[in-house]
């Protein structure tokens, strides 16, 4: 049985061209209340939005998202997951446990900005709006960070345009429910292109209003074509997070321990033997004029592995001295190479 509500959201589609209207006042603060009143986790409330009226940041974020009709949506909303707001009621308390940036708060936060924006979108197409999301935000979150000016614990997570609609899409087909919703535990395909041909044919008839003259390709190629195209930055997502003070607890894990698809390498891998990072970093670099020259350095690894642990009574005794970066990675029982890599990008960060 199918309502009003059901077949709005089945024929939901993704409008990027507006009309010059602005949204009437009322209806913006209906979308404001809808989101304030969304389902968010504990009711801890992890969320925020910017309403991006300034045409200048928009510009800015227009060139992040590489797409020019973010200047144009009457109405422009960034949610962002916000543990800053929680975390200074509890600093006016005199509480500052190490939970209130911990990674458990933050997907809490990112799961309510997501359920936020959904219901916005959701309220929005039924005043006959419509709207489409910018995950391509996170082209360079640091840069939406500084355009937003966002404070430590907050991290930008989806972009909302809105306005009344100046196109009519096509719907978008999508894969057949049965490839995506399964009973009791996942269902892998034995041949997932054989298993979406008929998917395939069904993109390849239909076209994006945005370049009309072309036919986009079939669903399985597209999947190569993205992953190909990936963004650098966006691969950085973590640094960023960090950067953000989102504590999310790192630890190494063995490779055996972590698992993966394909775990065969290619035949043909040149093996290049490690001898310096970027920073100067050698396998027979001093574990004390290590930490004399970045002190962080110390309690970075007493987050990533447990068996570093050890550092802290060295320290004491004076042994660190006698100590290279080979030997720390014995006591970790890591690739030496790879902790060297760990160090420096922290040491990138700061």
């Keep these: 049985m199918r309502n009003e509500t059901v077949e709005r959201l089945l024929g939901h589609r993704s409008i990027r061209a507006y009309k010059d209207k602005a949204v009437e006042k009322e209806i913006v603060d209906n979308l404001i209340e809808v989101a304030n009143h969304t389902s968010t986790s504990m009711g801890m409330q992890s969320f925020s939005i910017i309403r991006v009226t300034d045409k200048e940041k928009r510009t800015k974020i227009a060139s992040i998202c ?17 543990l800053y707001r929680n975390s200074s009621i509890a600093a006016e308390q005199d509480c ?47 840069g939406i960070i500084e355009v937003l000016n ?3 614990y907050t991290f930008p997570v989806l972009g909302l345009g809105i306005g009344y609609p100046d196109q009519e899409p ?29 998917y395939d044919e069904e ?22 074509n993205i992953l190909t195209a ?31 698809m394909f775990k065969k390498t290619p035949e043909k891998i040149e093996k290049k033997e490690f001898e310096e990072s970027k920073s100067g970093l050698k396998l027979d670099t001093n574990l004390q ?28 005794s004076g042994r660190l001295n006698e100590m290279t970066m080979t030997d720390l990675a014995d006591m970790g029982e890591m690739p030496a190479d790879s902790l060297i890599y760990m160090i420096e990008s922290r040491i990138d960060e700061e």
């Excluded at 209130?100 to 936020?116: E, I, K, P, S, Y």
């Excluded at 993109?203 to 190569?224: A, G, H, I």
Aim: negative net charge; aromatic residues 14%.
């Design 66 to 82: 590489n797409q020019e009709y973010v200047k144009d949506a009457p109405e422009f909303w960034v949610f962002i997951a916000d």
């Design 96 to 142: 500052y446990l190490d939970t209130r940036n911990d990674a458990d708060r933050f997907f809490q936060g990112f799961t309510d900005a997501c359920l936020a924006a959904q219901n916005v979108l959701v309220a929005a197409e039924s005043y006959g709006l419509g709207g489409v999301f910018f995950g391509s935000i996170s082209n360079d979150l640091a």
């Design 150 to 152: 966002l404070p430590e």
């Design 170 to 198: 096509l719907l978008k087909p999508r894969m057949d429910s049965k490839f995506k919703v399964f009973e009791n535990e996942y269902k892998k395909e034995e041949n997932y292109l054989d298993a979406l041909k008929e």
């Design 203 to 224: 993109m390849k008839k239909y076209y994006d209003m945005r370049n009309p003259s072309k036919y986009l390709d079939e669903f399985t190629k597209q999947v190569v």
């Design 230 to 260: 990936a963004n650098d930055k966006k691969s950085h997502i973590i640094t960023v997070m960090r950067k953000q003070g989102f504590n999310l607890e790192l630890e190494y894990i063995p490779e055996s321990e972590i698992r993966t």
């Design 289 to 316: 004029e290590l930490f004399d020259m970045y002190p962080f350095v110390k309690s970075y690894l007493l987050s990533i592995n447990p068996k570093f642990n050890k550092i802290a009574a060295m320290s004491m």
